[in-house]
């Protein structure tokens, strides 16, 4: 077997009095009893309670040496709490878990059996015992790091990983919300570092009561979130596709509009459908070239003849496209607007690398990379 490791084990807690206690005390016999384990830290982390849970937590540090408490004065964020305990961890590994005890602390083993081949080990929920709503904010969220950060994990918030603390002191994190998870997970990536993930079981909860759904907590993340990709972790490549997408959107809306305009407000076009597409996508092509040129590609140069017709032998393939695509589709007797929507779809990876690399590539400017 290996030689035992040192670890940091913390634990954020915000008004947990009636949790605390039996989720330091199953922490402390795990860390007693795991062979993988050699020398240990116990820290709480109290963000701020309201409740007992600071009176709690000293007399835990009181009664065990292994166990010590850092105390915010108010109540900074998970975001804050998990930086807090990041830095004051003193061992070569760090654990952290939440007080709520959602989870049980013995699977700390299953993380460990995978040190040292991976620099990060990091659960996911399996099942999540969670309400109905909750469930679907934690899709839509993955999906928002997935498509805006490329992070690709099963449960970024599960409160469950094991990591260096080499690799995470070294970190400088910008989050103080429910955002420090993704952010965390996305610069371990970036570094390179070799992340194992781990199915872990999930309790429903016992006591007290859940923060991370209030929408003040839900609004800060988002607000996180859009920070940090107009910052540092935001790619240039990736922040244009993004605006490229939403000048798209904006597009779409005009393209609908006057197809609906033409469709349903004029009877001479009920059976033409694919003239009023041609007409209703023309229509949003003049937006396209001035918000895609200076929001989308940074050009602040006048706009040049060349620029005009590349962008309009862009304009002619993308239509070339939509209307064989309507064509096709509506043959195949796939209802007008859902037709529509297709067409959108299949132009969209053409028209971006077309207009990056072809439209718009000898104007946009040079962006220092970091």
């Not at 004051?88 to 760090?94: C, G, L, M, N, R």
């Not at 023309?282 to 940074?298: D, Y």
């Not at 939509?322 to 096709?328: H, L, T």
């Amino acid at each position: 077997m290996r030689q035992p490791i040192s670890i940091t084990i913390f634990f954020p807690a915000y008004n947990e009095q009636d949790n605390l206690a039996s989720a330091v005390e199953d922490a402390l016999r795990v860390a007693e009893e795991s062979p993988y384990i050699g020398d240990y830290e116990i820290v709480i982390i109290n963000d701020g309670s309201t409740d007992a849970t600071q009176a709690i937590a000293e007399r835990l540090a009181a009664e065990n040496e292994r166990v010590r408490v850092i105390e915010h004065d108010q109540n900074r964020g998970y975001g804050s709490a998990l930086k807090t305990g990041l830095a004051a961890a003193t061992k070569d590994w760090v654990f952290f878990t939440d007080a709520d005890r959602q989870f049980d602390i013995v699977e700390l083993q299953n993380l460990l059996v995978h040190i040292p081949i991976h620099d990060a080990v990091i659960a996911y929920r399996a099942p999540r015992r969670d309400p109905f709503m909750r469930l679907v904010n934690a899709k839509v969220w993955n999906l928002l790091n997935k498509s805006l950060f490329g992070l690709r994990v099963r449960d970024i918030d599960c409160a469950f990983k094991l990591l260096k603390r080499t690799d995470v002191q070294s970190l400088h994190l910008l989050s103080r919300g429910a955002m420090i998870n993704a952010e965390l997970l996305i610069k371990l990536k970036q570094c390179g570092l070799r992340i194992k993930e781990v199915p872990v079981s999930h309790l429903p909860r016992l006591h007290g009561s859940p923060t991370g759904a209030k929408p003040s907590v839900i609004f800060r993340a988002l607000r996180e979130m859009v920070m940090l990709y107009g910052g540092e972790l935001g790619g240039v490549s990736h922040k244009q596709a993004m605006k490229f997408m939403a000048v798209g959107v904006v597009n779409t809306l005009i393209d609908t509009s006057v197809y609906f305009l033409l469709t349903r407000g004029l009877t001479a076009f009920a059976g033409h459908l694919v003239l009023a597409k041609l007409l209703s996508f023309l229509a949003g092509t003049v937006s396209s070239l001035n918000l895609n040129r200076r929001w989308t590609f940074g050009v602040r140069t006048p706009l040049s003849l060349a620029e005009v017709v590349r962008f309009y032998a862009i304009v002619s393939l993308v239509l070339l496209i939509n209307v064989e695509s309507m064509k096709f589709l509506l043959r195949a007797g796939l209802y007008d607007l859902g037709a529509l929507l297709l067409t959108v779809v299949f132009t969209f990876g053409a028209s971006f690398t077309l207009s990056k690399f072809w439209v718009f590539r000898k104007t946009q400017p040079r962006v220092a990379q970091p």
